[in-house]
């Protein structure tokens, strides 16, 4: 299994960030998918989550209306697109097949004030 996440970088209070995760090594089509983060000091936390076919999602209350989790089982590859950035959207963030050990290795996102 393998998860390579992209897309972070610094962006202002109020902006959007689109992480992706391309994945390969099992059948991505099958599994549902997982964003996490985790903040500096603080236990990494599940942000959301999508089943294998994209038919439901389900969100962290923090980020509830600001999140969208899609995938698109052609490519192989899960997004996460981020609006409304707040300074606590500050953390690494990390993509997980929901039911598998492995982590990719995270693309930091800092939203400055």
């Known amino acids: 299994v393998q998860l390579v996440e992209s897309g972070g970088g610094l962006v202002q209070v109020g902006g959007s960030l689109r992480l992706s995760c391309a994945a390969s090594?099992?059948?991505?089509?099958?599994?549902?998918m997982t964003w996490y983060r985790q903040a500096p000091g603080k236990e990494r936390e599940l942000v959301a989550t999508?089943?294998?076919?994209?038919?439901?999602?389900d969100y962290a209350d923090s980020v509830k209306g600001r999140f969208t989790i899609s995938r698109d089982n052609a490519k192989n590859t899960v997004y996460l697109q981020m609006n409304s950035l707040k300074p606590e959207d500050t953390a690494v963030y990390y993509c997980?097949?929901?039911?598998?050990?492995?982590w990719g290795q995270g693309t930091q996102v800092t939203v400055s004030s």
């Open positions: 997980k097949v929901a039911t598998r050990p492995n």
């Open positions: 090594g099992f059948t991505f089509s099958s599994y549902a």
């Open positions: 999508i089943s294998s076919r994209a038919g439901s999602t």
